[in-house]
């Protein structure tokens, strides 16, 4: 059993900075990359940033700048630091797994609301 738990959100101004964090446990061998996805009310689910097993990232084209993920394989996880944050990038952000097996892993979310 594979799960990951978010951590971090919260309320913070423009202009601001949060750090999420995003903690797997289970069968971590199966993972090929872990990110974070977020959705905002009434727009689809989007791509913020995701980091891949050798090291590559990518990110979404609204956040590249300004959002950077890293990881500590030590513990497992995963940080997507956020700085210069915008009131459109209030959202639920989630925690993402990518798996070989195909069965990818979701966590239940953490809000981030950024305005004065």
């Known amino acids: 059993q594979l799960q990951v738990v978010e951590s971090g959100g919260g309320l913070v101004q423009p202009g601001g900075s949060l750090r999420l964090s995003c903690a797997a446990s289970?069968?971590?061998?199966?993972?090929?990359?872990m990110g974070w996805y977020r959705q905002a009310p009434g727009y689809e689910r989007e791509l913020v940033a995701r980091?891949?097993?050798?090291?590559?990232?990518v990110y979404g084209d609204s956040v590249k700048g300004r959002f950077t993920i890293s990881r500590d394989n030590a513990k497992n996880t995963v940080y997507l630091q956020m700085n210069s944050l915008k009131p459109e990038d209030t959202a639920v952000y989630y925690c993402?797994?990518?798996?070989?097996?195909?069965?990818?892993?979701w966590g239940q979310g953490t809000q981030v609301t950024v305005s004065s």
């Open positions: 993402n797994c990518g798996r070989y097996d195909g069965n990818d892993c």
């Open positions: 289970g069968s971590i061998a199966s993972i090929y990359a």
């Open positions: 980091i891949f097993s050798g090291g590559t990232t």
